[in-house]
């Protein structure tokens, strides 16, 4: 019914940049935060980064500075700029989004299905 889907993940350099795209589809009626999250091998996933709906932003103290969130309300869709990598930045990264959709009571979770970042020389 409502489906998430990341994209631009890959293998990159310390020090280099990456944009992960997530986009949601399917029975949406309105958005409220969107999130992303990330899991290191061996580690519990965390919050990275969030959007509320009305554009406030926040960011886990590890990421400050380096991954700004945005979002573009047209398209369903946020995104995380990965800026300065570091090894240990290296996760699936996962986007959250908590909506009202058509048909469901309430406001629910969705996750994407996540999107690989190695940060590695």
């Known amino acids: 019914q409502v489906q998430l889907v990341e994209s631009g993940g890959g293998l990159v350099q310390p020090g280099g940049s990456l944009r992960l795209s997530c986009a949601a589809s399917?029975?949406?009626?309105?958005?409220?935060?969107m999130d992303w999250y990330r899991q290191a091998p061996g580690k519990e996933r965390e919050l990275v980064a969030r959007v509320g709906s009305g554009g406030s932003t926040n960011y886990a103290d590890s990421v400050k500075g380096r991954f700004p969130i945005s979002k573009d309300n047209a398209k369903n869709t946020v995104y995380l700029q990965l800026n300065s990598l570091k090894p240990e930045d290296t996760a699936v990264y996962y986007c959250k989004m908590m909506l009202a959709a058509f048909g469901t009571s309430g406001n629910l979770d969705f996750w994407g299905k996540g999107t690989l970042v190695i940060v590695s020389s």
């Open positions: 399917g029975s949406i009626f309105r958005i409220y935060n």
